[in-house]
DNA sequence: GCGACAG
DNA sequence: ATCTTGTCGC
């Protein structure tokens, strides 16, 4: 149902894609929509895909966690089948539908959430994290594990401590951040969702570490989460 | 034809 | 994302 609403009318291809994200781009807010003293509840997001009967599926998992305590509140998971296919650079439009409906199931309201995936480190600054928080209505921050490059521009090799970053700059702008969540670990790419500034998407992801891995608390066990419901699907 | 390519 | 063997390390 709210596929209704994210999705433009079939067939899927990057030029109705493009129409309704150019949209999009001019509303987004770069500076703190919240206080950060504020922040209780952070919330990741992930999906796992399979194949079954010669159809695409896949399970969506949120994993609501307390941001102080980082004790893990409420987890839900939602399953369908997905019909839009995966497009680099239009990853959104493939897996918001799920997103949305498995959000809609949360008890809990997070203050915060949390993609696997970019957020305006994108080629048009509208990653899915950037995309989702205009109908989640929440501020959102992009975690991706890979590098996608824009216009040939690499990114530098922050130092190997904890906490070092380099941003990713193009034409002058900053669109996101390699940062070293773990010493002699490889980085992770964070950038803004949307209403949240660099500086303070970067303090929320590094408040979030733990040793059991490089990705924020969130986004890690709902990674974990999706994979053992796949594991158990049916 | 070849390389790129978040998840 | 998923597939997939071995291998190194706690």
């Known amino acids: 149902m709210n596929q209704l609403n994210i999705l433009p009318p079939e067939p899927f291809n990057e030029e109705t894609f493009d129409q309704i994200q150019q949209e999009l781009v001019q509303r987004i807010n770069l500076q703190n929509s919240f206080n950060k003293e504020d922040i209780r509840l952070v919330a990741g997001v992930d999906l796992a895909y399979w194949e079954e009967e010669g159809r695409t ?17 409420e987890t839900k998971s939602l399953q369908d089948e997905i019909k839009v296919p995966y ?58 594990k890979s590098y996608l490059r824009i216009q040939d521009t690499d990114y530098e090799m922050p130092a190997s401590e904890s906490g070092a970053f380099t941003d990713i700059v193009i034409d002058g702008e900053i669109y996101g951040r390699a940062l070293r ?53 049916r």
């Open 57 to 73: 599926r896949a399970v969506c998992c949120i994993c609501v966690v307390d941001y102080t305590t980082h004790e893990i509140v």
């Open 87 to 144: 497009i680099a650079g239009y990853l959104s439009f493939r897996e918001l539908p799920l997103i949305l409906d498995t959000f809609n199931q949360l008890e809990n309201d997070p203050d915060l959430v949390m993609f696997d995936g970019n957020g305006y480190l994108h080629p048009r600054h509208m990653g899915i994290a950037t995309h989702a928080s205009f109908y989640l209505n929440k501020p959102t921050i992009g975690i991706a």
């Open 181 to 233: 969540t773990q010493q002699q670990v490889k980085p992770i790419f964070v950038s803004c969702g949307n209403g949240i500034d660099i500086d303070t998407s970067t303090e929320v992801t590094l408040a979030l570490i733990n040793k059991e891995s490089r990705l924020p608390i969130p986004v890690r066990q709902a990674d974990l989460e999706t994979k053992k419901h796949r594991a158990a699907r």
